[in-house]
């Protein structure tokens, strides 16, 4: 079934990559921040980055949708009451118009704007309208779940849309995940709720003991937490995702060895890693001196004094 998803504006880039990643399927449109690919499932319960899934009706362009609607067979679409919806449109008129033509095309129509057992909505993007039929709205409860929410709190924990969505780009529905800086366990609270076998390393006792209080406060059971140097990774994961540690006061010539030996040590670990870096550091350079292939980079604005490059890497 062809969808459409409805991705944040807030950094589209990103909301593309989490998409096509989990679907497996690059081959997709895009129109502004509409992406239409063909899918079975809707990950409604996985996107971080994504407002709202449908299923893709038709698109029209804009001086001949009314055509298109008439022409098209909504007695196999809306069963029961239905309710139309229309988005970025100044046209009033243009919003009765369709309705009307939707109304005259189904036998005994019922309307019902509160709880339709159909939601048709019209998308007006430049010149083109996309239609769809609304599946879900994406699951949003990880809202609950930012630092302050958590009993093992610390300030510098990873927003947890941002753990989602790099999770999410790797492209894995599940399996082993490690993140070798774990700290309170930002990334391995929200992938252990997506149902993977989570490993965790940190250097210091005090954030393994945070993010183990973190993970059972979210009865999250299938992990292991060590005390572990991520300069020596000796185990094999589906997958590495990870946001990589800086201090304020740190010097960049150490955290740039200390992410090197890093990325050296992962690259007989995992077949790709997602990896956040401070936008201080010359990633670039410092990627070049590995084997790793970059896949795709995303700038996320954090505040006026920070903002993170996200890498997707996989191995030659």
Not at 152 to 159: A, C, E, I, Q, Y
Not at 163 to 182: E, Q, V, W, Y
Not at 288 to 313: A, D, E, P, R
């Amino acid at each position: 079934m062809k969808k459409i998803y409805c991705l944040s504006k807030k950094n589209i880039s990103l909301a593309k990559q989490e998409v096509i990643s989990l679907l497996q399927n690059d081959n997709y449109k895009i129109f502004e921040n509409f992406l239409i690919a063909e899918s079975k499932k809707s990950f409604l319960n996985r996107l971080a980055y994504t407002h709202s899934v449908y299923e893709f009706l038709f698109r029209s362009k804009l001086g001949n949708v009314n055509k298109s609607v008439k022409n098209f067979e909504w007695k196999k679409i809306i069963k029961n009451s239905y309710c139309i919806r229309t988005h970025n449109s100044n046209n009033k008129k243009k919003e009765k118009i369709l309705a009307d033509i939707i109304w005259n095309k189904i036998e005994n129509p019922v309307v019902n704007l509160n709880n339709p057992n159909s939601e048709i909505n019209f998308f007006f993007v430049k010149n083109n309208v996309l239609c769809g039929k609304l599946r879900g709205n994406t699951d949003k409860s990880y809202l609950s779940r930012k630092a302050h929410h958590r009993p093992g709190f610390h300030p510098t924990s990873l927003d947890p849309a941002l753990a989602r969505a790099m999770i999410n780009i790797t492209g894995k529905k599940r399996g082993a995940l490690l993140d070798p800086f774990c700290g309170s366990g930002g990334i391995l609270i929200e992938a252990g709720l997506m149902g993977f076998n989570i490993t965790g390393f940190d250097i210091e006792k005090k954030m393994i003991n945070l993010c183990k209080k973190n993970l059972d406060f979210y009865q999250i059971k299938n992990f292991n937490l060590s005390l572990h140097d991520s300069q020596n990774i000796n185990k094999k994961f589906d997958c590495i995702v990870t946001d990589l540690p800086y201090g304020k006061n740190s010097k960049v010539e150490n955290l740039t060895k200390t992410y090197l030996n890093f990325l050296k040590s992962a690259y007989n670990s995992a077949n790709i890693i997602v990896i956040g870096f401070p936008d201080f550091i010359n990633y670039n350079k410092l990627i070049g001196k590995t084997k790793w292939k970059i896949k795709n980079k995303f700038s996320v604005y954090l505040h006026k004094s920070l903002s993170k490059v996200i890498y997707l890497l996989k191995r030659v």
